[in-house]
């Protein structure tokens, strides 16, 4: 037996998921999740290229040295199946080989929840099984496609780098093509793949424009395709797909995801409570109007809120997945606490669906008395009924109502009737004195009058007056017929 199924055989039997080659580092495997080292095997770059060649063919060899990488798969009779990656490093070259069960798991052996049954038997679309390298993706697609192949009449083609499950013809007929071997590219595959007359395509990875375009015209014409991506939740691989293209052809690839997107399924490997492995945890995304049209308009983002109230649909958050593990007794707290959404993380996970708390009732107002002083202060005006004021905040102080002067009336309000106004009084112009002859007696004061007044003697002079024509300014009678003072009355005046 080679010296490298040697050591295959005892990682299978410690349940090795991984099995790591380094020059001068010792054998590493990694054990549910945790890399652990071998003791006493450290290898010289020399025996790691002897133990790695074991496996190469002649042309394999020439093209690692070319290519400095190299990819292909390793079946071992009655060990199992695994996936090699051989690479360069600074020391020589190094290995990783990923084991694969011979036996291929069930829907019901990696607790898949039902609503994945139901979209396997849908006739076309595009679904997505998403998470990080090393979750069970190929696990999971594995037993989806043993599922069709047992229960539908139908071509399974799959494109793949390296092949990883080998599926047997059940029901379906199954044809696994691998980049290297089968074919050069996932392109050149799924160019000719829908003239291949398939009803199910599986893609190993949508890596780059080329390989998800391809896909999403698969799914459009009619058949039922299946791929991977490395992002965690449904709203990073939507927006892994659209980014992926330029931005003037944004708006139809959203179109066309819109309409040939059936699910997303997300998940992650927790380990057991029990110690027995790991189990995995989903996050399910179906496609419904509501996301369909999200999808359209742009709005990925809002795609959580539709999932966390989508459970009728079968749609589950990622978080809700880890609480029932824990509720079951599965997982502890302590392993599900990393993978759950934090306050200001990861955008691209599934939201928390912890109940959110009511908001706090906000403390009674503590009203200090203003502090004593010299001056009596102004008391203030009684309280007006309202909503309460934070301590935080004191009542303002009314400000003093001061009684503003009046103004001088200039003139009348319109609404008033018009006063009586006396006529002014007219000043007698003072006359030149004219000598007066020595001797010469005084003018008496009907003469002055009339000197006064212009009137000749034996004629009566009048006045006008504004008043009612009975009743002088001073109160004195008026003539009836004239409504004027008469000569007597002037008289009397200045008399």
Known sequence: MKKIDQILAFAMEKRASDIHFS???????????????????HTSPDEVKKIVFEILSPEEREKLLKEKNLDKSYYVPS???????????????????????VKIPSMEDLRLP?????????????????????????TTLAAIIDYINTTFPGHILTVEDPIEFVHQSKKSLVNQRDIGHSCNTFQD??????????DVILIGELRD?????????????????????HTRGAAASIDRMIDSFPEGQQAMIRTMIAESLLAVISQALIKRADGQGRVAAYEIMVVNSAISNMIREGKVFQMEGVIQTGKKDGMILMEQSLL????????????????????GTDTNSAPTTKPV????????????????????????????????????????????????PVPPVLNASPMMPPKVSTPPVMQAPVLAEKPQNKGASEPSEEEALASLFGADDGEEQVFFSSTPKDISPDGDQLDESTGLESPSSLKKKAG
């Open 23 to 41: 020059a001068e580092e010792p054998v590493r495997f990694r054990i549910d999740g945790d890399l652990v080292g071998l003791q006493d095997s």
């Open 79 to 101: 060990i199992g199946q695994f996936r090699v990656n051989v690479f360069m490093n600074r020391k020589g070259i190094a290995a990783v080989l990923r084991t694969i069960p």
């Open 114 to 138: 039902e609503v994945i049954r139901k979209i396997a038997d849908k006739p076309k679309g595009l679904i997505l099984v998403t998470g990080p390298t090393g979750s069970g993706k190929s």
């Open 189 to 198: 595959a799924l160019k000719y793949a829908l003239r291949e007359d398939p």
């Open 209 to 229: 424009l080329e390989t998800i375009s391809l896909a999403l015209t698969a799914a459009e014409t009619g058949h039922l395709v299946f791929g991977t991506l």
């Open 324 to 343: 029932n593990l824990v509720a079951e007794g599965i997982v502890t707290k302590e392993e599900a606490a990393p993978y759950l959404k934090k306050t």
């Open 357 to 404: 708390s009511a908001a706090p009732i906000p403390p009674k107002p503590n009203l200090v008395p203003p502090p004593k002083s010299a001056v009596p202060p102004v008391m203030p005006p009684p309280p007006i009924p309202g909503p309460s004021l934070p301590s935080a905040v004191k009542p303002p102080v009314p400000p003093k109502l001061t009684v503003p």
